[in-house]
Every structure is written in structure tokens, then in C-alpha cells.
């Protein structure tokens, strides 16, 4: 049964700090990888996917890892800001029961502190 | 870019009513998916459709039904609510492009069973 865990649980930070996000899973086999923001109360905003072929992908600020191998992936966050401030998910894709299924981590809550 | 669209945003009902959650997909995008998260914890799977037709079936309580329709809007049928139903729900749109596939979230119905 694959389990998708993140750590830590909770981060708070100063603005303009580096940091990384965990993300671990049990099974390797993974189609791809999605890392997600949510900010309280509302919805899911979609923020890199890495495919199982690829190793990182990169957009702005953020550059999310995937080592497949070893069931790890990184968001790394560069020079933070408050409105960063976030809780931040990662999903792994799979196929489970004869279809693909999304299985969400229970999140990273980050602060970024003025 | 389209997104996609969830209604009503709110919902505030009594135990033992009835709830319809209505979806729309982005446009071309084949699967629907629809989660439930309850507060504090992470998206879990319900129930999806490809190309209208029950596709999976995840943790979805049989009080629940969900449907499909020729312009592929979906609706999340709730009946019986109990306060444990009290949550936000997220329908998800997915679109295979170039061997990527992607799933890309609704602003979520959070309903509030009284």
C-alpha cells in the first residue's frame, strides 16, 4: 500500500530564507509526481509535476527533485516571501487496483514571517 | 485559462438532508475525479469518470453517488448527511498530453453539515 509522507509537518521561517520541503513514498513505482499549494480554506493549486522519467522540474522559485529510486522528492524554495505562506502537498500517481490513482501526502503548513 | 468550475462554493446543511456538488471540467480534459478532505487531513479519492462512465471508485460511503453527463459536468450526490460529511470537496479535471497526465483542481464546495 503506498503511503506518502511529509516532513515536517509544519515549518516557519524568516522572508527571505531557502528552504526544502520533504516529500517520501513507499512505492516506487510511480507514474508521476505533482506538488501542490493549498492556502486555508480553499482549493488545490497545481505547482510542478516531474514525470517518473524525469529527475526535477522548475519554475520560478521553486525547483521540486524526484529521486525515484529512493522514493524522495524535494520542493526547494528560494528566497522566501510571506505570501509563500502556505500549506504545500505532494501526490504521487500510480496504478493501483487496475487504475491510476493520486495519493496525497498530509502536507507541509508553512510560514513565512515578515 | 479555463479552470475548473465547482458549485456552490458553500454549502450549509442539516443531518439527514440532501446535498448536490455540480463540477465543470476544463474543456478536452476526459477524467473527473472528485475528493473529499476533511479539516486537517489530506485529500482522500471518492469516485472518477472517464468519458461519462464510472471509471474507479475510491472511499465513497454508499449514501453517495456521482454521476457524469453529456457535457461532461459532474455531480456528487449526497444523501443522508452526517456531520462526519462536513467537509471540503474538490473535483479535478485530467488531460493526457504527450504521454504527461495531469489533474488539475476545482476552488473546492466546503460543506458544512449541521
Known amino acids: 500500500k503506498q503511503e506518502v509522507t511529509q516532513i515536517p509537518a509544519a515549518l516557519s521561517v524568516p522572508e527571505g530564507e531557502n528552504l526544502v520541503l520533504n516529500c517520501s513514498f513507499t512505492d516506487s513505482a510511480i507514474y508521476n509526481l505533482q506538488w501542490f499549494r493549498q492556502d486555508p480554506g480553499k482549493g488545490l493549486t497545481s505547482l510542478l509535476l516531474i514525470q517518473s522519467s524525469q529527475r526535477e522540474q522548475t519554475s520560478g522559485r521553486l525547483n521540486a527533485s524526484l529521486d525515484k529510486s529512493s522514493g524522495r522528492s524535494t520542493l526547494y524554495i528560494a528566497a522566501s516571501q510571506p505570501g509563500d505562506s502556505a500549506t504545500y502537498l505532494c501526490?504521487?500517481?500510480?496504478?493501483?487496483?487496475?487504475?491510476?490513482?493520486?495519493?496525497f501526502g498530509s502536507g507541509t503548513r508553512l510560514l513565512v514571517r515578515p | 485559462a479555463a479552470g475548473v468550475i465547482q458549485s456552490p462554493r458553500h454549502l450549509i446543511k442539516e443531518k439527514r438532508e440532501t446535498a448536490t456538488l455540480k463540477c465543470y471540467p476544463i474543456?478536452?480534459?476526459?477524467?473527473v475525479y472528485w475528493y473529499q478532505q476533511g479539516p486537517g487531513q489530506d485529500p482522500q479519492f471518492l469516485i472518477s469518470?472517464?468519458?461519462?462512465?464510472?471509471?474507479d471508485k475510491g472511499s465513497i460511503p454508499d449514501r453517495f453517488s456521482a454521476q457524469q453527463f453529456s457535457d461532461y459536468h459532474s455531480e456528487l450526490n449526497m444523501s443522508s448527511l452526517e456531520l462526519g460529511d462536513s467537509a471540503l470537496y474538490f473535483c479535478?479535471?485530467?488531460?493526457?498530453?504527450?504521454?504527461?497526465?495531469?489533474?488539475?483542481f476545482g476552488p473546492g464546495t466546503r460543506l458544512t453539515v449541521l
Open positions: 474543456p478536452r480534459h476526459d477524467t
Open positions: 469518470f472517464y468519458e461519462k462512465m464510472q471509471s
Open positions: 501526490a504521487v500517481r500510480l496504478l493501483m487496483d487496475s487504475s491510476y490513482k493520486l495519493i
Open positions: 479535478a479535471s485530467r488531460i493526457d498530453r504527450g504521454g504527461v497526465s495531469e489533474q488539475f
